[in-house]
């Protein structure tokens, strides 16, 4: 199978914080979709690195692939939708981003000279946050705090979430806010957020996104593993 192959460096999350047998199990599961979706982007940006100019170029902006919905394409494996127009410096970057989040997957967090594999903190619904409609946070280095809400999604949105926490602290990257992200009281760039910053331009803050990188890798994966019927 593909997805063992895929999945062979991949280091369990070995340290467990107030979760139970089947929340730890639930987890794991995220876990491993999420270093499905940042192994396969990486892969792919890697592959697409290889090639002449004019083609990186031609797969960036989708081979004339086009969504059913121009609204909100959240599938969208095309890197012009999740990123803009191309630019060698933004392909390296993205690339890189998906190479050191892969490297905490693999290995942990860097802490000195070592690596601390990530750690799960599972909260409950007596903490204010996971009332406020957090689902999960990464506002300490190394640790997913898990909100109750995190463990009813599917697998597609769990991986992805896992994905988007663990690209947060030191990879330059973060959650964006701007004015063209606003929804009610929320500024940060969550969900189609990702996709106004690239509609309006702000490319540099659509680079430094999570959830541009959490969006394009659920879609790429999506792309490569799954036929459209089923997708
Ligand atoms: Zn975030």
Redesign the pocket.
């Known amino acids: 199978m593909i997805h063992e192959r895929l999945l062979q460096n991949l280091r369990e999350p070995r340290t467990w914080s107030q979760c139970n047998q089947a929340t730890r199990k639930k987890l794991n599961v995220f876990y491993e979709q999420a270093y499905l979706y940042a192994k396969t982007a990486q892969w792919y940006l890697a592959y697409v690195m290889g090639l002449s100019v004019e083609l990186r170029i031609a797969i960036w902006n989708g081979l004339g692939k086009r969504c059913k919905s121009e609204n909100w394409c959240h599938y969208s494996p095309v890197l012009a939708y999740w990123f803009g127009p191309y630019s060698e410096q933004r392909m390296r970057f993205i690339l890189r981003t998906f190479s050191r989040v892969l490297q905490r997957f693999e290995h942990g967090y860097r802490v000195g000279q070592e690596y601390r594999p990530v750690r799960f903190r599972c909260l409950t619904t007596k903490v204010k946050r996971c009332r406020s409609g957090v689902i999960a946070n990464?506002s300490e280095y190394g640790t997913v705090l898990v909100c109750p809400r995190l463990l009813k999604k599917t697998t597609c949105v769990g991986g992805m979430v896992v994905l988007?926490e663990m690209l947060?602290q030191d990879l330059g990257v973060g959650?964006q806010r701007d004015v063209v992200c606003k929804r009610g009281d929320e500024n940060r760039c969550y969900r189609r957020g990702a996709r106004h910053l690239v509609e309006h331009q702000k490319l540099e803050k659509a680079l430094r996104n999570?959830d541009n990188y959490a969006f394009f890798a659920r879609a790429i994966y999506r792309h490569i593993f799954l036929s459209q019927r089923n997708g």
């Open positions: 990464a988007h947060h959650d999570n």
